[in-house]
Antibody, heavy 116, light 110 residues
Framework: EVQLVESGGGLVQPGGSLRLSCAVS????????MSWVRQAPGKGLEWVAH????????SYVDSVKGRFTISRDDAKNSLSLQMNSLRAEDTAVYYC?????????WGQGTLVTVSS | EIVLTQSPATLSLSPGERATLSCRAS??????LAWYQQKPGRAPRLLIY???NRATGIPARFSGSGSGTDFTLTISSLEPEDFAFYYC????????????FGQGTEVEIK
């Protein structure tokens, strides 16, 4: 069974940093595009960042450009999201997900709370 | 930037009834249109991809249709477990690759 397990969430002050990780198993990780998607409390889904299978293309939603960095480590079957200069509006559950045209596998999410 | 508008925001129906959910794009999105189901506290689950293809394990009562700018998710006969939130999503046709979600439709028990 394919599993995606996020970690690294928590409470951070505005302006702080956090690094999220997503461990992937039972999937040929190196063959998959990966994304981060978030959901603020009581709100809808928002795509955040994407990386191609070879890491040659990365893209971000405008609101996180210059602050968030997506990366992957195929040797460890792991996806990461480095989040800097965090704002209150970044508070959300962050999901990692696989897919090219759509997202077919999802993790269970990790909660990031930005508050003083 | 393409915007996806879902309607209605809330659909109040009884088990056994037919549900019809709409997703309208501000510009043509080709066939990169997907539908997801999400229950409170759970991750989204892929239902439909490429507008009309059911994902693995999705019951036949779920169907998708449409092309260009107008898409529909139909649940032919609502089961108790179908009361949830539903989101449509599109992927950009050109680089850089981006995804956009609709704001969601809640299917609630009447």
């Amino acid at each position: 069974e394919v599993q995606l397990v996020e970690s690294g969430g928590g409470l951070v002050q505005p302006g702080g940093s956090l690094r999220l990780s997503c461990a992937v198993s039972e999937l040929t990780f190196s063959s998959y595009w990966m994304s981060w998607v978030r959901q603020a409390p009581g709100k809808g889904l928002e795509w955040v960042a994407h990386i191609t299978k070879d890491g040659s293309e990365k893209s971000y939603v405008d609101s996180v450009k210059g602050r968030f960095t997506i990366s992957r480590d195929d040797a460890k079957n792991s996806l990461s999201l480095q989040m800097n200069s965090l704002r209150a509006e970044d508070t959300a559950v962050y999901y990692c997900a696989t897919g090219v045209g759509y997202h077919d596998f999802w993790g269970q999410g990790t909660l990031v709370t930005v508050s003083s | 930037e393409i915007v996806l508008t879902q309607s209605p925001a809330t659909l109040s129906l009884s088990p056994g009834e037919r549900a019809t959910l709409s997703c309208r794009a501000s510009q043509s999105v080709g066939t990169y249109l997907a539908w997801y189901q999400q229950k409170p506290g759970r991750a989204p689950r892929l239902l439909i991809y490429a507008a009309s293809n059911r994902a693995t394990g999705i019951p036949a009562r779920f169907s998708g249709s449409g092309s260009g700018t107008d898409f529909t998710l139909t649940i032919s006969s609502l089961e108790p477990e179908d009361f949830a939130f539903y989101y449509c999503q599109r992927r950009s046709l050109w680089s850089p690759t981006t995804w956009t979600f609709g704001q969601g439709t809640e299917v609630e028990i009447k």
